[in-house]
């Protein structure tokens, strides 16, 4: 069960953008039994060293379609594991793209969707094309085209706010 809120403000407020460049997204479709291929997959990759940033997943009526995003150090051993499986679940279709990652959270996103809503429009009127996106809890992950990122930061600045800290001195009596 998904608790929805709906929440307004002006200007959204956020904790501020990071940033993560250097990254490989992995995209496959593969047929819905290579569930346990792709299972042992990520033991060996585990075991291999690789990490990774996001991970998602979602059926559609060729199988199941998986994204993977990891630093670009790892490509050619996450290939090798992907092939593997293509080899023996039978993969419909792959790619790897380079790319870069922009995340956030905010104290008000119980209302993803009015914030993606936000977000898609802020990035759509600069034309920045988002190649995945993921939503968990109070964080929002997009994940841009290589050297995109800084720009969508940029335009995300636009729509949403960063509240500044304010410094709170009191003056106490010397003595």
Do not use: N
């Not at 075991?47 to 670009?72: I, K, N, T, W």
């Not at 956030?104 to 995945?132: E, N, S, W």
């Amino acid at each position: 069960m998904e608790t929805r809120a709906a929440y307004w403000e002006s200007r959204i407020k956020t904790y501020g953008f990071q940033r993560v460049t250097g990254l490989s997204l992995f995209e496959m479709t593969m047929p819905g039994e290579g569930i346990e291929s792709l299972g042992r997959a990520f033991c060996s990759m585990g075991d291999a060293g690789v990490a990774f940033h996001l991970v998602c997943s979602r059926a559609s009526s060729q199988g199941l379609e998986v994204l993977l995003l990891a630093p670009a150090q790892f490509t050619k051993v996450i290939e090798e594991h992907l092939q593997e499986i293509a080899e023996g679940a039978g993969v419909v279709s792959g790619r790897t793209l380079a790319s870069e990652m922009v995340f956030f959270q905010g104290p008000h996103f119980g209302d993803r969707y009015g914030i993606v809503d936000t977000t898609l429009r802020a990035l759509a009127a600069k034309r920045i094309q988002m190649t995945a996106m993921a939503c968990s809890g109070s964080c929002i992950y997009l994940v841009v085209p290589e050297g995109r990122s800084e720009e969508a930061v940029l335009a995300l600045s636009d729509v949403f706010e960063i509240p500044k800290a304010v410094s709170h001195k009191r003056s106490v009596p010397a003595g």
